[in-house]
């Protein structure tokens, strides 16, 4: 602070607030002989503006003086904690998830235990899928089980009732905003053909690949459609 | 004080700040209408007099305040306002009153027979409905049976059939909009002219074969 032969500042003049940046005070051996030179940096004025980050702690360019406390550090995992916390829930809602699956209903495209699954969620309530994709929905049925089985049909198209060559062959038209689910092993899954078309909006994403051994890369899952006719076009 | 690079340094500190804040207080609230609660603007009138009641006329929608707390949806119970993606639209949401649960026995009522709406000519869904007219039907396991209040133009389940109650999305907790009826709950105490004979879904016996294969499936 200037010395103590000035009046004191005024705090409507120009007053220099910053403690960081202060010039040394003069020191009683250098007396002002020369006349006063206009100072080099330009000092900032006391505004109303930065008096009210001063009164609240928030001067931009004061020094951090923040110890390491026990109060401190957990401020700091909090902080941190919370901000992963909500990324994390906006990502997994919206973009993509890991789900381990377990059943044996998609054999051989999934196995029966230990496969982590990739889900993307842009694939939700149905947005972009086709037939042959592997999908993740809510059971219609067992509320609050998540399911994982491959779209046979999708909404206007007609599709098998039942097992192939069991029962009459009879063919439903699949309605407005359902899709026809099956799981890729028909004996033993429990899909579409025992409770009706899946309603698109229980869809929450579609599996792109699934990771079977931490050891190896994920694979992406195949779509699983052949041509109904193979054309071989070599004459024998 | 004010040389450039300080200016630029305030700037940037400025800007950081405001970043983290949108970013917290937007994933904060982004976080609680996904779980917790979500207020919406009921636009229609399947569900006057108690909500909307003046949208046929003024085009006024109420704003209801919806619970989305996961373990308390699992229990729906008759006359609660439901909130849950429609069956037949993926991306359309739909409010209406939740009349039957899964094992109750209902008959329909007459006057809900599902029509055209301008003309009354008869719908896929008209042939559908008349065939479980005179019948009692049994909401199955899983599953709900959703009525509008407004018998005369709603479209639920007499079109649609029941809906999973996995579709269920939210449970209507009060209005919030306008804000002389905010807090209250007009739409208790309704009566519904269907027929709901309570009942359960049958665990064991006879009928529970194929019910629980489909549950462990």
């Known amino acids: 602070m200037p010395t103590n032969s000035k009046p004191p500042p005024n705090p409507r003049r120009f007053v220099p607030t910053d ?121 219609p049925v067992n509320t609050g089980s998540y399911n994982v089985k491959r779209i046979v049909g999708m909404s206007g198209d007609f599709v098998l009732a039942y097992t192939p060559e069991e029962g009459e062959g009879t063919m439903v038209q699949v309605p407005e905003g359902h899709c026809w689910v099956v799981g890729d092993d028909l004996k033993w899954s429990q899909d579409s053909r025992m409770y009706g078309p899946l309603p ?35 004459v024998d | 004080m004010s040389t450039a690079p300080n200016v630029i340094r305030r700037a940037l500190n400025g800007a950081y700040t405001l970043t983290t804040l949108t970013l917290f207080v937007s994933g904060t609230a982004i976080f609680l209408i996904d779980n917790v609660a979500e207020t919406t603007r009921i636009i229609g009138e399947s569900m006057t007099p108690a909500i909307s009641p003046d949208y046929n006329t003024t085009g006024a929608s109420d704003g209801l305040l919806f619970n989305k707390w996961a373990p308390s949806l699992r229990n729906l119970n008759r006359g609660d306002i439901v909130l849950f993606h429609s069956p037949n639209d993926p991306e359309k949401v739909a409010v209406k009153r939740v009349i039957a649960t899964e094992g109750d026995s209902i008959i329909l009522d007459a006057r809900r027979r599902p029509t055209r709406q301008r003309d009354g000519a008869e719908l896929p869904e008209t042939r559908a409905w008349d065939s479980m007219m005179g019948r009692v039907v049994m909401v199955p396991e899983g599953h709900i049976w959703v009525e509008g209040d407004n018998w005369r133009n709603s479209g639920d389940s007499n079109r649609y059939g029941p809906i999973s109650k996995s579709l269920v999305q939210g449970k209507a907790v009060a209005v919030v909009w306008p804000p002389k009826r905010f807090g209250t709950r007009p739409w208790e105490g309704f009566r519904s002219r269907t027929k709901v004979t309570p009942g359960e879904i049958p665990r064991d016996g006879e009928g529970a074969g194929l019910i629980n294969a489909i549950r462990n499936g």
């Not at chain 1, 993307?120 to 972009?128: F, V």
Request: glycine fraction near 8%.
């Open chain 1, 19 to 139: 403690k960081s940046q202060a010039k040394p005070a003069p020191t009683p051996a250098s007396p002002p002989t020369t006349p006063t030179t206009p100072p080099t940096t330009p000092t900032p004025r006391l505004t109303l503006y930065r008096k009210t980050l001063r009164y609240l702690h928030l001067n931009p360019t004061a020094p951090a003086a923040r110890h390491r406390t026990f109060s401190n550090l957990l401020g700091d995992f909090l902080y941190y904690f919370l901000a992963a916390g909500l990324a994390l829930h906006v990502f997994t809602k919206n973009g993509y998830t890991l789900g381990q699956a377990y059943g044996i209903s998609m054999l051989p495209t999934i196995a029966s235990f230990g496969d982590w699954l990739l889900i993307s969620k842009t694939y939700r309530h149905g947005r972009n899928c086709h037939v042959g994709d592997v999908v993740s929905f809510r059971h």
């Open chain 1, 200 to 234: 698109l909006a229980l869809v929450t994403g579609k599996v792109v690949a699934k990771w079977s051994s931490w050891w190896r890369w994920p694979e992406a899952l195949e779509q699983g459609l052949r041509d109904a006719v193979i054309e071989d076009g070599d």
